[in-house]
């Protein structure tokens, strides 16, 4: 069975700084996805970003990107010139034919 | 907008009851899966339908229960609720593809009392 860890509960960051959000997994597959989804208060489970395990290149979509570092099973988010909307508990996911989750960490942003 | 929708948005029952959850999957979508997430909690995987057969399952007892239907819409039973199953129920909907992301709806929240 894949595990899914977040270390970090909470976060707190300053408007238009940088946060990073730390996962690791465990699995014996070679081939594999990896999704941070986001989750505001309103609930909806939002597509942040995705990576291929094959593919050596780091994922970026806009204020997110991400270090992954397949041989120490590493995947962590880094949000850049963090927004209000931003705030959210983010979640790092594992997926074979499901979705294994992390625990979550909570995002804050001040203004 | 994800173009799954979910309902009811709550649900309040008595321990003991049964309760079924609706979700509406996104067209072109062959794929419904079902998790449970506790409040504070990452989402936990109940179950997955591909083509109207549950096709995997967590750890979840048998009385959560589900189907899917050929328009591509799903429902969660669950019996003989417990004081546990409170929780937000979240749909997400997908292609059979190792790659595909699931899309996720904006969940049911079901209080037990």
């Known amino acids: 069975a894949q595990t899914v860890t977040q270390s970090q509960p909470e976060m707190s960051v300053q408007e238009a700084e940088t946060v990073t959000l730390s996962c690791t997994y465990d699995?014996?597959?070679?081939?594999?996805?990896l999704f941070w989804y986001k989750q505001p208060p309103s609930r909806q489970m939002i597509l942040v970003i995705r990576?291929?395990?094959?593919?050596?290149q780091n994922a970026t979509e806009n204020r997110f990107s991400v270090n992954f570092q397949k041989a120490a099973k590493s995947f962590s988010l880094k949000i850049s010139d963090s927004q209000l909307g931003d705030t959210a508990m983010y979640f790092c996911?594992?997926?074979?034919?499901?979705?294994?989750f992390g625990a979550g960490t909570t995002v804050t942003v001040r203004a | 907008e994800t173009g799954v929708t979910q309902s009811p948005t709550h649900l309040i029952k008595t321990r003991g009851q049964q309760v079924t959850l609706r979700c509406s999957s996104q067209?072109?979508?062959?794929?419904v899966s079902w998790y449970q997430q506790a409040l504070g909690q990452g989402p936990q995987f109940i179950f997955q339908?591909?083509?109207?057969?549950?096709?995997g399952r967590g750890n979840f007892p048998p009385r959560f229960s589900g189907l899917q239907f050929p328009n591509y819409s799903s429902e969660l039973n669950v019996n003989a609720l417990e004081l546990d199953d409170s929780a937000l129920y979240l749909c997400?909907?997908?292609?059979?593809?190792?790659?595909?992301?699931?899309?996720f709806g904006p969940g049911t929240r079901l209080t037990v009392l």
């Open positions: 997400a909907s997908g292609t059979w593809l190792a790659t595909d992301t699931q899309y």
């Open positions: 699995t014996s597959e070679s081939n594999y996805y």
């Open positions: 990576q291929e395990a094959y593919k050596q």
């Open positions: 996911a594992f997926r074979d034919y499901k979705l294994s």
């Open positions: 067209s072109g979508h062959n794929t």
């Open positions: 339908y591909y083509r109207e057969e549950e096709n």
